[in-house]
């Protein structure tokens, strides 16, 4: 599978990332799901240490260890769940980053971690101690490169001007196209995104089409459910007819933009992987195809958080 560099390090990405969080916590069904991805060329596994209270990072840990030195592994730090796990907080402190840190590495079996995430945050938010505990993470060798997950706008602003942040994961689909507002000011800073939630709940995947003719298709953010069916229906009548599958067109229309350097999908099944596999290592979008998507679909802006 083709691999795209993140921003200025030496990290080079499988063009589709496995997304841990929906693994479970059943050890020989996961270590299934992980290598079969394994198999399908797939390097990048992101985690973070909020899924099943850190169980998603041992697991991880020990799928991973026999091939550490073959693949990138990210994960997250900021929210701390409470003692009694019902719960959590949001803490960027930099203690509590380079306490966690430690935390995570043990669980997850190795010496350094190759991308340190960012969690969310806010504006509000201590950034300088942030950033401070990351830079030293760092100089310490703990981590190799650190980024953020986020959706605002002024947050991401503010990293990429006081940090050296080389990525940011972003929810990003047809029916979420918000993030594009910040493409060329990433794409100038150097900072690469990787993408979540590209098939946007399944709305935009194959098993959608079942639905098509009944009531239970749900809307999206600024989508209405009749308005989502009437999009499928036309992607169909346009694309799908012409050979593509749902999936492929949903992912690929991420892959499309430079700045996007790898789509993290989620899979509960070997075969899951497997399609999204081929997904991605189908043909890219053509530009025809990518000005019929993007005439279709809205062009939308981060309301809050600018």
């Known amino acids: 599978m083709e691999k795209r560099r993140l921003g200025n390090s030496d990290l080079w990405v499988s063009r589709m990332g496995l997304g841990c969080m929906s693994l479970g916590t059943n050890l020989e069904k996961a270590e299934n799901i992980v290598k079969a991805a394994l198999d399908q060329g797939i390097n990048y596994f992101d985690t973070a240490d909020l899924y099943d209270y850190g169980v998603n990072e041992e697991i991880i840990g020990k799928t991973l260890s026999s091939v550490r030195d073959q693949v990138i592994i990210a994960t997250k730090v900021g929210n701390r769940w409470n003692n009694q796990k019902d719960g959590w907080s949001w803490d960027p402190s930099k203690a ?13 079996q190795t010496d350094y971690i190759d991308l340190y995430q960012l969690h969310g945050g806010t504006i509000d938010d201590p950034m300088d101690e942030t950033i401070e505990a990351f830079e030293e993470l760092q100089q310490e060798g703990f981590i190799r490169y650190y980024g953020l997950s986020s959706i605002r706008p002024n947050v991401i602003h503010a990293f990429a001007k006081k940090s050296s942040i080389v990525s940011n994961m972003m929810q990003y689909s047809l029916l979420d196209r918000r993030p594009e507002e910040l493409f060329s000011f990433m794409q100038k800073e150097n900072i690469r995104i990787v993408t979540r939630g590209s098939v946007a709940k399944g709305l935009l995947s194959d098993k959608v089409l079942e639905k098509l003719h009944t009531d239970n298709l749900e809307g999206y ?15 169909q009548a346009k694309l799908l007819k012409a050979g593509r599958t749902m999936n492929e067109i949903a992912l690929q229309y991420n892959l499309a933009h430079e700045v996007v350097a790898a789509v993290v999908t ?18 890219p979008l053509n530009t025809e195809e990518l000005e019929y998507l993007k005439w279709v679909t809205k062009e939308t802006r981060y309301k809050n958080h600018r």
């Open 96 to 108: 509590y980053i380079k306490k966690a840190v430690k935390d995570s590495l043990k669980r997850l």
């Open 221 to 235: 953010l600024d989508y209405t459910s009749i308005e989502v069916k009437e999009l499928l229906e036309s992607i």
């Open 266 to 283: 989620g899979s509960s099944s070997v075969e899951q992987v497997k399609d999204n596999a081929r997904a991605v290592n189908a043909s």
